[in-house]
């Protein structure tokens, strides 16, 4: 069964800083990785989506890569601002139409 | 083009009742999944629906069940609820069934039982 896993569960840092999000899944076999933002008792918002066939995806100030084989991803946060305070979710798609998600990382970023 | 929909928003529960929550996928979609988020277990993939049909299943007991109406509009339904059933349902929609398409979220159903 797959298992997907977020290092760290939470994270604090101050505004202005880069930073990274770890992301591991213990089955390679996936079609996909996605992440995901989720505010506090709101729904999921799609961050980025990388292929299986990919390296990595870029949006905005973010950046998300893929290493398929060693079963890893990374999120990217480049100058972060408060407004990025949120949990942060991964998910693979693997043979079955659907997700299996992280445990999230907890982020907050300190005026 | 409007997102995901879902209703209610909130509900409150006693134990035992049962409950029928809605979602409505993005115009076009046709392809609707439920997933159970909940403080202990995260996001947990509940069932998928396409074309009014029963396409996967996650491992829940028989007390969840749902349906898809010819609209794609699908509910979701609980039955002789449980302490444990308190969580967000949050529902997706994708353009087809299948491993290539995209699943956008809707903003999710809180459900506590008391």
């Not at chain 1, 977020?6 to 604090?12: T, V």
């Not at chain 1, 100058?79 to 979710?89: E, H, I, K, R």
Request: charged share 15%.
């Amino acid at each position: 069964k797959q298992e997907v896993t977020q290092i760290p569960a939470a994270l604090s840092v101050p505004e202005g800083e880069n930073l990274v999000l770890n992301c591991s899944f213990t089955d390679s076999a996936i079609y996909n990785l996605q992440w995901f933002r989720q505010d506090p008792g709101k729904g999921l918002t799609s961050l980025l989506l990388i292929q299986s066939s990919q390296r990595e995806q870029t949006s905005g100030r973010l950046n998300a890569s893929l290493d398929k084989s060693s079963g890893r991803s990374t999120l990217y946060i480049a100058a972060s601002q408060p407004g990025d305070s949120a949990t942060y979710l991964c998910a693979v798609k693997t043979g079955a139409n659907n997700l299996f998600f992280g445990t999230g990382t907890r982020l907050t970023v300190i005026p | 083009k409007a997102g995901v929909t879902q209703t209610p928003r909130y509900l409150i529960k006693t134990r035992g009742q049962q409950v029928t929550l809605s979602c409505s996928p993005i115009s076009g979609h046709r392809s609707v999944s439920w997933y159970q988020q909940t403080p202990g277990q995260g996001l947990q993939f509940l069932f998928e629906y396409f074309s009014e049909t029963q396409r996967n299943k996650g491992n829940f007991p028989g007390r969840f069940s749902g349906r898809q109406f010819s609209n794609s509009r699908s509910e979701m339904n609980v039955s002789t609820l449980e302490l444990g059933d308190s969580a967000l349902y949050l529902c997706a929609s994708s353009l087809h069934q299948g491993i290539g398409y995209e699943q956008y979220f809707g903003p999710g159903t809180r459900l506590t039982v008391t």
